[in-house]
């Protein structure tokens, strides 16, 4: 039989003891389960990055628990939650909306659950460490084989706190995205599926200007991967995660650009001479 | 039977081989030992800043063995030992005040072993990394079940090394403490319980005056959490430790105040018009 | 029996989720692997301070899976690799030249396959994540025990890329070293076994020159470890993996002598008068 696997993102970052008492209470809980830290560096606070990098991540995880606090309302009223997903995922965090948009690639919420009086929490509650004394003993005993509904209380998904990921429009044939990522490499993802690019006709091979922000645009070539254009030079990429991604091989588009977490892109077609 | 556990907590930092070569040394030795990092990000050389991670995790963690490297000695005469305290757990590190705070909270030392020439060490013994060469394969045979008094020599606890933690005072009715801690999030650690604001009559709800190193002072309301106060507004707080902490809800005390690790606060009450 | 065991070893960073996407995809396909994570924090691209890190570790790791990704063509013609060394070890990566040295350190390479277009690679592969599409699930099969020529096409070793590493020489009496390696500590690893020193007649004790890139010469003292000297003195001497190195005591060398990844050093010996 194979172990329990829990997953684990958070804003904690790795310079505290954050994360490794998390991982402690944890196997304190539920020994044999086996742990994923999926990314700790989200930038505080951000709800809506977060949500990106588990859209990005879930999916090649093992069906198991997914532990997720970004929780910039710890201590308010806002609620802890346990979700059961169609594809037979548990996710657990705040009732933030941090879980929401993975949520609904995993098929959708079948069960929710106010696990915030859970009686898994450790004895002493912090009004400052939810991720120790709420998350954590929730998600390892939902590992460890107890039942969701003697961790918490059923509640209506419908009143779940929704988070709607900035979608892709065209406006006077141009396509503007929003920038939800910026990779430690540099690179540049957009809060839009690649494909979202035959809506202005561009394909591999095609270039497109960029304009961020209102700035001067710049003339860039649709590839495959990085290789495809010469070192130093731009590329508009269909990432690992099927997004349109803006990128440099072999540099940073970030820094070429200086294109930052949050910023507009508007994308249009280069007609050829 | 559950696996043994080896908490890890050094000043390597990621970047390097280090942290993961003492992960590989003791998995070879201990194949079925459970890791958990605690942090490696201690600040270079900080055996205070060390012992303060330990005292504010290990209660947290599994009873097991605990490897702890902050080593400015490393090489010199400084000894390597193995304690053993009341609560079941057993230190593993340099003897120079870092494991001793903590072993403390563990109800005290119960049995100490010099463990410079332990057997256990691997067969070339380098001058600079003994968290590779001495602490981590004497860890991994304790955790695999080697007697304590066959890696090492006993000695007197009471030789040990002693690291005393910077107490709190009452000084013309300011609670007078020094800062041990500013967390990723800027949050900044004071080593005082929450409990010593009663010394001066402060409670939730109350402004207090905090100076900074003999800086300007400021108002800052004594509250339970962040979001007890507006966004970008400081506030006084037991933190998830139960200590003294100077915080800003979703944003940076470190930064608003320009604290730093080491600085002493001075907190005296603010008297209602 | 004892759980298989993958390394990992990339330029991926920690802020994203690419890590802990491999993780995942590899505890889908082998839930009893055992991972250990020797850095992430490779320079990107940098496929020599990737191979100079797998060269201070691997030795030092169980003998298993040996997983690195360090890739600039990612995406391009370059095959992806399995490669069977002499001591029992399997490396998986880019045939790129970054598995090359550390492979001479195990022995050789005994069996060479092609796992380009390995059936164990994801069902969908992009273009820009090898890691997670070809690498991970690769090392995965492995480790659980699939046999190499089902997962790949063998071919001649001596058709892979080589690297070589930067040589120590002598000129005019100097010992000429390039700075491969730069640690958290700012200590500066250099390209050369520390029995090189014995060329110019440098001891423990002796005190040696250093110039770097042609600017102004620093003395230094040869030493055995930081303790040696005192606090803040710089020192040269034989690093943890037999290498020469220089640092400062309680200090960074890096930055007291501006010295970064790539630069070269002269070290020349100091009559006494």
Redesign the interface.
């Known amino acids: 039989v194979?172990?329990p696997?829990i997953?684990l993102?958070t804003d904690?970052?790795?310079?505290?003891?954050?994360?490794?008492?998390c991982?402690?209470?944890i196997?304190?809980i539920c020994?044999a389960a086996?742990l994923?830290?999926?990314?700790?560096?989200v930038p505080?606070?951000d709800v809506q990055r977060g949500a990106v990098?588990l859209m990005?991540?879930l999916l090649?995880?093992?069906v198991g628990v997914h532990l997720a606090v970004v929780d910039?309302?710890?201590?308010?009223e806002r609620r802890a939650v346990a979700l059961q997903t169609a594809d037979g995922r548990i996710l657990v965090g705040p009732d933030n909306g941090l879980l929401w948009p993975v949520a609904r690639l995993c098929g959708g919420i079948e069960l929710a659950y106010d696990v915030s009086e859970s009686p898994a929490r450790l004895e002493h509650v912090?009004?400052?460490?939810h991720g120790?004394?709420i998350f954590a003993p929730v998600a390892a005993q939902i590992a460890c084989g107890e039942p969701l509904d003697s961790l918490g209380v059923g509640i209506d998904p419908a009143q779940l706190t929704t988070l709607d990921m900035p979608e892709p429009r065209l406006e006077d044939g141009e396509l503007v995205v929003r920038v939800v990522?910026v990779?430690?490499?540099g690179n540049i993802e957009a809060a839009a599926d690649a494909r979202e690019l035959i809506r202005i006709g561009a394909a591999v091979g095609d270039s497109v200007a960029i304009e961020c922000n209102g700035g001067p645009s710049t003339r860039v070539r649709v590839a495959?991967?990085?290789?495809?254009v010469r070192a130093g030079e731009a590329l508009l990429?269909?990432?690992?995660a099927g997004w349109i991604a803006l990128a440099v091989n072999?540099g940073s588009a970030a820094r070429r650009f200086g294109i930052e977490l949050g910023d507009i892109l508007r994308i249009k077609p280069v007609v050829s001479e």
Chains 1, 2, 3 share one sequence.
């Open positions: 194979e172990p696997v997953t993102l904690y970052g790795l310079a505290d003891e954050y994360v490794g008492v991982h402690g209470v196997l304190r020994p086996r994923i830290d999926i990314s700790h560096a505080h606070h990098l990005r991540s090649f995880m093992p910039p309302g710890v201590g308010s912090s009004m400052t460490f120790r004394d990522g990779d430690e490499f495959r991967t990085f290789a495809d990429h269909e990432d690992s072999r």
